[in-house]
């Protein structure tokens, strides 16, 4: 495929939360399209409740959806099964939030990687040089395979994160606030990471965050979800310059700093 | 329904305690169905008790049987001896021809007077002396409820008994040895059942307390100029004291085990010693019914604590 | 018998977990003395077993011989005497805790496996799945231990397995409790969460992912297995249902010992002994096996009293003229951590003074002491940290030199704090409008209800409107955004003139952080009030605060005001702070300046300037001599901790 095609096509797609033991029900998405590009970053910005995590959830199947459909280059996501399933696993992959618990304490790096890279079917006779590879690519030196993850600082663990995600080598990421628990001076190299690889790799994002200056400045197209609605969707310097919807432009002059004021 | 009870949170609330409620009854009938399939798996069953089967006749037999109601399948008998239950006959001692219902009359006030005694004693002493342990934390006040809770913990209740019958009632000759008629009678059973849980709660106590001294709420208060004692005896005391109400079912399901060993050592004449008796006699129907009675006792401590922890915690009844 | 289990103890998701085996850590850290004193019992055992099993060897434990019955210990060549069958005690014991053991391990593996599948299956494998594990532990919790193996015992007859069967079908129960709750909270983890991304089966992670993380709780619960085998099989057997003769057994032992004690009081008091003996060890064991798995929280040395801390740094201290018309003076404080190897300064060097009503940023990433700092001011640090050097002014007066209840009325009075966490600065079991009451019955005198007036117009004022119905409120039921509205009200109801806002609005949504921001400035012009905030957000801090300090590992390194730390920042790592965050005018998914390296952690840090390993523009001397702080603008009373500062930084013309 060349780049620009559209890679992943989402159409209407809702998802409820039953309620539990007296508590309401939760409608978690409401009726959300969008579609993904290759190479391309599709930044989603939203406050607690939005339902950007649920939408990440869906996308790499961790939970289904109620309604609505989901195509990733012509499969059905939402009910794939078999061949079809491991054809999604291995290109659609997630990074998650927190680096406390990205990795199983129990188990050292070069396992969790080899875990990623079985799926991916790396070839056996050259699967060490093949761990080595992955960890270099993001940064890290080899001997670090054989720590603990509590050997590793933070920024440390979401590289090891983003090298199990890339193992299969996939061609979406979805990165849901994979830096928001980080140090700030230890974003930027991540965030710097990650663009590295997408020149590299060819790679096309699903960032997802709740910091707007963040999403703003690493994603080709941006989406503003509230209560599981999308409110806003376009170019994000666009978006930032001239908001339509009145909670965007509530969420723009939330941010602190006057670096991105209207100007 | 689900819409109704979102406008109404204290529906939502009824609703709730009447799910606990079924529940409960749930388990009981599964208590009592487990203890009526348990003890017909014993080999063998009364006929040959009451007959002995190398003199009887096959049609003695057979004919005792039926008597018995011992032929029809056995959901049919359950619901024979559940329609009893709800009626209030709960079988036959086929040794002793009592009504089980009039032994729980007679061996249940021993029973309760014991356990009640334990309970208190327990409760009674572990919560001062827990928390005075952990406010006094690091004296030697506390290490010495800490040292002789431990020693309680460890102490198995039938070598306790072994070691204070022989030095008060043997030795001294304060209290009698064993048996039932006075007070006097009580001591010795009730310090024995009560030991080990008193050094369990002490310790449970003492070391809620200490969790809740370090909590954020605590530092939050100092801030605001709250005085030391109304952070501890109006905050970190309630919210210190709230496990203690689960341990109460706990409790009363570790007394009901122990009374089985304490009466039977002591000759108290509880529950327990009679379904010790019957458990080794063969008396099955008696078992049958102390069992699920027993079983009962437990599951209601157990409803009882959840209700009171529900009205003793904000949290929980929102859930 | 020992520790009951508490069943409804929730399963601390804190629980450290180290990524060395238990087995190896258990092994490490048990002190040698009590490792071998399992062991010898476990291998008396064994040896007991043998000899009961061994044909020729039978006789020992078997032997009748009514001439030898209650010999007396060491006599005719026995070692501990003879019982009353003539059997020689000491392998009757042998035997009998050869027994015991066995059946402890017996029903250790059957209630661990069954416990550890059950609760595995009610938290991993579906709500149907859970309801029927559910019902089923309710249902054995229903039985008690004994009351369970008195029944078995009349339906299987007493003997050893009875004991079995009967401990091992209750005790699984408790362990599957544990486990299920555990696991709920395992499940949510990100690493469980990438597996089931990468595709793998509930069944593989299960095994390779869930059990080895769940293995601390088993192997505790493991040792109150043993312990409470032990205990009842001994019980039971007294009383009679347990091991049947001629099966040897400690409680048999015991039992006969008792009714025989009137002809020799030696099978008693050796089988109490053995008894006794075995089970301190196992629970002494078990105690630390129990603290090494699963500390829960070891508070180390009771922290020194701060008084205390203070007079002894104020003799080393020349007396240094402090800013009098300061609200708070900070004069070189440094605060200190106690462990158990010592103590670790975890704040050094800091010096700052507060006017009224102006507001100090102190801004700093995880590591730099912000928060330790802000508790050093109010002088209440955590339990296990003291001041170690300096003295804090409040009005002019140290805080050291002030009796304890005059500090406490100061509280709250002259300065107050919220903390980051509102929802864990509230008591859960009283209302919103209860304890912001408190606050005001802690310095007035009159009962707490004539506060209420009071109380709901400062609710109204923080933004909760509609107090009445907040005022009844838990604090359950509140969200962040309004807990934290809460907890200022609390505190402000006293109307302090300090306010120390220690990160209050992190974890909160952009949108509610901006109304807090507004809230706080707003009611700090209306009261007068200097403000402390803290934070991580350089941005954050330059809407709020007039000056700021940066502060890096432990230490203030850049104060200045808000102007000149963000528009023409001096410290490198202020710029590199700065310039990382993404900024309007980059061009987009351009790289951005990245500092590389993290933070140090107390204890580590480097000998002179702690920045210099990660610091662009380190000279020689940053490695060797530690910089001091030092005036960098006389003007504006700039203050900067480097040698090297950034060029553009000094004020053009100055």
Redesign the interface.
Known sequence: MSRGDVLLSVEHLSKTYR?Q??R??HKALDDVSLELRASE?LGIVG??GSGKSTLARVL???TGADSGRADYCGVDLLRARGAD??FL?RQI??V???PN???????TIRQ?LL??AR?AEHPPADIQGSLARMMEAVGLSREKLDA????L?G?QRQRV?IA?ALA?SPRVVVADECVSAL???????I??LM??RQRELGLAYVFIS?D???V?????RMIVMRSGRIVEAGN??EI?RNPQDPYTR??I?????S??RAA | MLEAMERCPVCARLYAIVVRLAYSALVLLLVAIVAFVGLRLAPGDVTTQLLDPSRATPQELAFLRHQLGLDQPIHIQFLQYLAGLLQGDLGLSLITRETVVSIVANAGIYSISLAVTAFVLIFALAIPLGLTAAIWRGSAIDAAVRGISGVMMATPNFVLAVVLINLLAVQAGWLPVAGSGSWKHLVLPALVLAAEPLGFATRLVRTSYLEQAGAQYADAMRMRGLSESVIRWRHIMRNALLPVISLGAVQVRTLVGYTLIVETIFRWPGLGKRLVDSVLTRDYQVAQGLTILLAAVVVVATLVSSFLYRAADPRVRDE | MTATIDFDAPASPSASVAADGSLRRIVRGVPWPLLAAVALFFVAGAIGLVFLVAPDLKPLVFKQSLMRAFSAPLSRGGFLGADQLGRPLEWRLLAGLGISLGAAAAVTLIASVLGLAMGLLGGFFGRTADRLVTVVIDLTWAYPTILLAVVIAGILGPGVWTVIWALGLTLWAALARIVRAQVLVLREQDFVLAAQALGYSRFYIATRHLIPNLMPIVILMATLFVALTIIAEAGLSFIGLGAQSPTPSLGKTLAEGFSFASSSIWPLVFGALTMISLVIVLNAFGDRVRDILDPKGRVPLPGRRLRDAARRAEAALPARAVDRDAVIAVDDVSVAIHGRRGATTAVSDLSLTLRPGQTLGIVGESGSGKSLSARAITGLLPEGLSLSGGRVFWDGVDIAGLPAEKLRDRRGRFVAMVFQDARASLDPLYTIGEQVSESLAAHFPGPRRSFRPKVLEMLARVGLSDPEIFYDRYPHQLSGGQLQRAALAGVLVLEPRVLIADEPTTGLDATTQKKIVALVKALQREMNMSVIWISHDLDLVGEIADEIVVAYAGQPVEIGTVEEVLKRPAHPYTLGLLESRPQATMAPKSPLRSVGGTVPDPGDWPPACRFAPRCRRALAICGTTPPPMELFDEGSGRRLRCYNPEPGAAEAGA
């Open positions: 309620g033991g007296g309401p029900a970053t406050e607690s790499v199947r961790l399933a491991l696993t992959q997630i998650f939030q927190d618990s990205s990795m199983n304490p129990r188990r969790a875990e990623a799926v603990y993850p509590h050997q600082s920024g994160a199990r299969v140090d700030v001076s230890v974003q930027s190299s965030l710097n663009l590295e709740h707007l200056s963040v703003h400045h690493m994603s080709d994000p310097s930032m509530e969420l002059a939330s941010v602190p700093g670096g991105f």
